[in-house]
T-cell receptor, first 120, second 114 residues
Framework: AQKVTQAQTEISVVEKEDVTLDCVYETRDTTYYLFWYKQPPSGELVFLIRRNSFDEQNEISGRYSWNFQKSTSSFNFTITASQVVDSAVYFCALSEALSSSGGGADGLTFGKGTHLIIQP | DADVTQTPRNRITKTGKRIMLECSQTKGHDRMYWYRQDPGLGLRLIYYSFDVKDINKGEISDGYSVSRQAQAKFSLSLESAIPNQTALYFC?????????????FGEGSRLTVL
């Protein structure tokens, strides 16, 4: 069975610092997808990124970057020059692809989330 | 308008009452899901449905039931609510073909059971 571990329950940094949120996953499948979602204080879930298991290229989107390493089963998320608006709970999630019924048949498996606090 | 709509957004009820949370979607997706979020526990899957004739239990289905009334509608019921069902509930959808597993979430329904 798949599992996602976010060992950092809460991180607090001062604005403009860089911060990395860790995500480690377990799966038996060779084809899978990894996700990050942001949950601001208002409560909705905001999709940030999807990465498939065959694409280990790191990705950068503005101040956000993601480091995917299959060798360590990790998919870490870094925010550069953090801002107060980045304060939120961040979830890492995993979906296993089933060849017969399409990917993510059973939905996503989520980590427990990391509460990121950016202090002004 | 949101692609995935949940009603009600907030509800306070008493122990023993029957509660229904409704979800409707305009994305045309076949798959629909109900998740529950508790502080420090992340999101856990309650039920999911591949189409109107297919309902599956998730990780924490005890105390809940669902109904897939149409492709676009998926309701979650608590037959006799209890305080430990106080949580934030999310409905989600995903595609069938070429599915990567990405979920599209509603805005959440906050339920408080007194």
């Amino acid at each position: 069975a798949q599992k996602v571990t976010q060992a950092q329950t809460e991180i607090s940094v001062v604005e403009k610092e860089d911060v990395t949120l860790d995500c480690v996953y377990e799966t038996r499948d060779t084809t899978y997808y990894l996700f990050w979602y942001k949950q601001p204080p208002s409560g909705e879930l905001v999709f940030l990124i999807r990465r498939n298991s065959f694409d280990e290229q790191n990705e950068i989107s503005g101040r956000y970057s993601w480091n995917f390493q299959k060798s360590t089963s990790s998919f870490n998320f870094t925010i550069t020059a953090s801002q107060v608006v980045d304060s939120a709970v961040y979830f890492c999630a995993l979906s296993e692809a089933l060849s017969s019924s399409g990917g993510g048949a059973d939905g996503l498996t989520f980590g427990k989330g990391t509460h990121l606090i950016i202090q002004p | 308008d949101a692609d995935v709509t949940q009603t009600p957004r907030n509800r306070i009820t008493k122990t023993g009452k029957r509660i229904m949370l409704e979800c409707s979607q305009t994305k045309g997706h076949d798959r629909m899901y109900w998740y529950r979020q508790d502080p420090g526990l992340g999101l856990r899957l309650i039920y999911y449905s591949f189409d109107v004739k297919d309902i599956n239990k998730g990780e924490i289905s005890d105390g809940y039931s669902v109904s897939r009334q149409a492709q676009a509608k998926f309701s979650l019921s608590l037959e006799s609510a209890i305080p430990n069902q106080t949580a934030l509930y999310f409905c989600a959808t995903s595609e069938w073909t070429g599915n990567t597993g990405e979920l599209f979430f509603g805005e959440g329904s906050r339920l408080t059971v007194l």
